[in-house]
């Protein structure tokens, strides 16, 4: 027996060491599993860091703080928060920060963050200038910004948050509806920095109040004059205490405290903007919130932690602030709960039994109400079962009543409307889908509508799909095809039916025909395109024209002096004529800049239109016939004669290129049109009477893409040396200037026709001498005082006007030239000055020379200026005006104009 018992107390043993060694193993286990695990968990925590402006004790950064805690919740989330403070009420000079990105650098220096919080100016600021170098790449969520501007983080990325807004406009309207009598609102804030920017803007947002209401500002008091002032207040006066740290003496406070001395010193409300004021004798307020404004900040923080861009998440501007008052402030002001806003949250309320057991309270009557619903509902159901019968009949009728009014709603709408089954088969078509596209409805029974274009049916199928999967409706731009092929730009909405048994999970689609606003939109963005190129080719001008003065004038003389048998004549003929083509460029240029002087007078385009067919009839080959019709008796237009032979040489010009291989007809036209608001070309023309200039040509003619641009400046189909690519685009600028407008027609294949509707005047012309052929050079003998900055032109200037007989001074400066002429000013006959040249321009030049003599005779010259035009120089006294490159014959005869005027 000792024996048996002995092998049982062995097994005994044997079996618990088994055991044991088991659960040794598996705490092992477990442990191991519970360290990588861990591990893991370290490896994949997130690093944030919390930087404060001011110091956490502030009940401001307490309320950030914990918002912050609450929303990312790091024990749960793996989250690790470092929290640093600024300190900047009490540290605030440059010396300071500086030392403090030292800190923060060493502190950090091996540590990741994956995002950064900022709170209020200081550290938001201190970011936006250190970010890059002390946190390279980490997004920055911020609150707390007063006076935020969009403009602050452009250059910033992956910059985000919420902007403090104060609301002191609704506070005060909120204020005065509760206390109707009031005369008078005194707001409080101190005199630092933030201070002083709140008062400014609670200026500017209760400026338009100040016409029915008095407002005053607190002074730079100490505390216990601004107590004293606040207690000697008139009644019907309402005070705003706005943000108040610290008195005239340096004095710092806390906000609560300031809540408590504001409101214990005055006999009259006291509203304040900030939460923390309120507790401790303020009324109330729509305040700014420091817990809500860090747990804005901290969702926008947890967005980009899971993984959105933070530059796609816009900066909140409003929404963070709410309206708080205090239950005993309102009981001694005699102001009830039931006039408050809605929204309002109460604080410092006593104990309700009521707000205690408002639950269980609400349990029981709902089970009393439930009861007496129920017998209730047995009741209507009895007598329910006996309308049914009735209702039952009355239903046929009834749905086919509602059928009718729905057919007749939807055929009264204007766009296209089809309702589509959940087979994808039109149900109804209403007669604007009829009258738009073409199909019947019996056309199309157990069909599917064939009007979707081959290059919209996967952007069509996939939209379809959208609205299965997420019930939405949609609403994009798209083509459909009428039943004869047209294709037409539609506005698409499209939406699922529910609760009809015949076309349950089918689509009613609304088709807006947009083809007149798309029209709309390209005549737009044409006008935009050709406004800012034109500000581009203006500023050029100028500077071509000063180029372009010196070549034509010494070639001119040179021209003079060389006789023509003489081989370097014949160049420089070729030079001059350049020359010449440039000149004629840059007035181009500028006609399509809109940016010349130009003058128009009243005249008929006919003589015009005949002279310009026979230079182009002897440039064209005998393969080109020209067809015209120029109605004698189209009424006159006001116009530069100038222009009008421009814009016809350039018409024609490209018709004639547009058939030089293959021959054709040149057709050109002039008639009257009356236009309105249905005939009209584009929206900005004004209804009226017209005159109609037509040239065409059955040349290739242009494709969509190509009559789009065919107005851009610069661009041509044709091949090097046959085209600038500026002619249409100067037509255009001209008709433009005209108030008129310019309509391309153009069929590949069969040739193109331009239109041009230029308004008409009432009045029939004077005969005007529309001959563009040159005069005659004049000479003279007086004496010219020349003035102009550049070397090139004045040489040129004064070697062309003694050719002319002149006797002339010159001078590179308008200040040299001022004391030229204030030494012997009586010596000069005219002066000649450049407009644009530096330390005195060549109109206060003008100016200054007409004091010292009022009759002298001032003829100024400018490349360009828009600041200088004909009309200005004439107000001024200014006697002439030209503008370089000028020749020798324009030269002359404007001089001899000034001259024999004076």
């Known amino acids: 027996m000792n024996h048996k018992y002995y092998w049982m107390f ?132 911020f609150c707390g910004v007063n006076n935020f501007k969009d403009n602050q983080i452009i250059e910033s990325n992956k910059f985000t948050g919420v902007a403090e807004i104060f609301s002191a406009r609704n506070t005060v309207e909120m204020a005065l509806k509760l206390h109707p009598g009031t005369k008078h609102i005194f707001i409080i804030n101190d005199y630092l ?37 606040i207690t000697d207040l008139n009644k019907n006066t309402i005070v705003l205490l706005g943000v108040y740290f610290a008195d005239k003496n340096g004095k710092y406070f806390t906000y609560e405290k300031v809540g408590e001395m504001i409101s214990g010193a005055s006999q009259m409300p006291v509203y304040c903007l900030l939460e923390f004021n309120m507790g401790s004798g303020v009324v109330g307020g729509e305040v700014i919130s420091g817990y809500y404004q860090g747990q804005t900040m901290a969702k926008i923080g947890k967005r980009i932690l899971d993984g959105e861009d933070p530059d796609n998440i816009p900066v909140i501007k409003k929404g963070t602030n709410r309206v708080v008052f205090d239950y005993l402030q309102l009981k001694r002001f005699g102001l009830t709960e039931s006039s408050l806003p809605k929204r309002s949250v109460i604080i410092n309320k006593p104990f309700s039994a009521f707000d205690l057991y408002k639950k269980e309270i609400f349990t029981a009557a709902s089970l009393i109400l439930l009861l007496i619903i129920t017998i209730i509902a047995m009741t209507l159901n009895i007598w329910r079962r006996i309308q049914a019968e009735k209702a039952l009949k009355q239903s046929s009728e009834g749905l086919r009543k509602n059928e009718e009014q729905l057919k007749a709603i939807f055929n009264a709408s204007p766009d296209p409307i089809v309702v589509y089954n959940n087979q994808g088969y039109p149900e109804y078509i209403y007669s604007s889908f009829t009258n738009v596209f073409g199909w019947q409805l019996n056309e199309l029974r157990n069909k599917r509508i064939p009007f979707v274009p081959e290059d919209q049916k996967k952007n069509t199928e996939f939209k379809i799909k959208e609205i299965y999967q997420s019930g939405i409706p949609v609403r994009f731009e798209t083509k459909r095809l009428s039943k004869y092929g047209v294709a037409i730009d539609v506005l698409l909405s499209a939406a699922i039916i529910k609760g009809n048994h015949e076309i349950n999970d089918g689509l009613v689609v609304n088709l807006k025909d947009i083809t007149e606003k798309k029209k709309l939109e390209i005549q737009l963005q044409q006008t935009q395109k050709m406004e800012s190129i034109g500000t581009l080719a ?123 291989e293959s021959g054709g007809i040149l057709t050109i036209s002039l008639k009257e049109i009356q236009l309105n608001e249905h005939n009209k070309i584009n929206p900005d023309m004004v209804p009226g009477n017209y005159v109609c200039l037509s040239v065409g040509d059955t040349g290739e003619g242009m494709d969509k893409e190509l009559k789009v ?64 052929n040159n005069e005659s050079i004049v000479h003279g003998t007086e004496h010219i005082l020349l003035v102009d900055d550049e070397n090139l032109i004045i040489t040129m200037g004064k070697q062309m006007l003694e050719r002319l007989g002149y006797h002339v001074t010159s001078c590179i400066s308008s200040i040299d030239a ?70 020798m014959r324009d030269l002359s005869q404007k001089i001899r104009e000034v001259l024999d005027k004076n």
């Open 10 to 141: 062995i097994k005994k043993q044997n079996f618990q060491k088994i055991r044991l060694d088991m659960r040794i193993n598996s705490i092992i286990i477990i442990i191991f599993f519970l360290f990588f695990s861990n591990f893991s968990a370290l490896m994949a925590q997130e690093h944030v860091l919390l930087l404060n402006s001011y110091n956490q004790r502030m009940s401001w950064v307490e309320d950030i703080v914990a918002a912050v805690d609450d929303v990312l919740d790091p024990d749960k989330n793996n989250t690790i928060l470092h929290i640093a403070n600024m300190d900047s009420k009490q540290f605030h000079t440059s010396e300071y920060f500086d030392s403090y990105k030292t800190h923060l650098k060493k502190k950090y220096k091996n540590r990741a963050f994956s995002l950064i919080l900022s709170s209020d100016n200081n550290a938001f600021d201190f970011l936006r200038k250190n970010r890059d170098e002390l946190f390279p790449g980490v997004p920055v969520v």
């Open 193 to 229: 920095e933030t201070g002083r920017a709140w008062k400014r803007d609670i200026d500017a947002a209760l400026n338009d109040m100040k016409r029915t209401i008095n407002i005053t500002f607190s002074k730079n008091l100490s505390i216990d004059e601004l107590q004293a002032t």
């Open 538 to 660: 203006g500023g050029i001008a100028h500077d071509f024209n000063n180029i372009l003065f010196p070549v034509l004038g010494h070639t001119e003389m040179l021209l003079q002096d060389i006789p023509e048998d003489n081989p370097a004549h014949s160049d420089l003929e070729k030079i001059y004529s350049g020359a010449k083509r440039a000149r004629d460029l840059v007035k181009q240029i500028l006609t399509f800049s809109r940016q010349e002087s130009t003058e128009q007078k009243l005249m008929k385009m006919q003589p015009i239109i005949k002279e310009a067919l026979k230079l182009i009839r002897s440039s064209l080959p005998t393969t080109i016939d020209i067809k015209q019709d120029i109605r004698p008796d189209c009424n006159a237009i006001k116009a530069d004669p100038t222009q009008i032979h421009q814009i016809v040489m350039n018409l024609t010009t490209n018709a004639y290129h547009a058939m030089e």
């Open 709 to 772: 641009k065919v107005f851009d400046p610069f661009f041509t189909t044709k091949e090097i040396g046959k085209g600038t690519g500026m002619g249409l685009s100067v037509v255009h600028g001209i008709v433009e200037s005209m108030k008129g407008s310019i309509q391309v027609e153009s069929t590949q294949g069969k040739g193109t026709e331009f239109n041009i509707y230029f308004p008409m005047e009432k009045s029939l012309p004077k005969i005007q001498n529309c001959n563009l």
């Open 818 to 887: 001022l004391e030229v002429f204030k030494a012997n000013s009586d010596k000069f006959d005219l002066v000649i000055t450049d407009m644009t040249m530096p330390n005195m321009p060549g109109d206060k030049l003008s100016v200054a020379l007409t004091k010292m003599r009022p009759d002298i005779p001032i003829l100024i010259c400018t490349g360009f200026s828009n600041n200088m035009t004909e009309e200005r120089a004439e107000s001024m006294g200014i006697k002439g005006f030209l503008l370089k490159p000028i020749v």
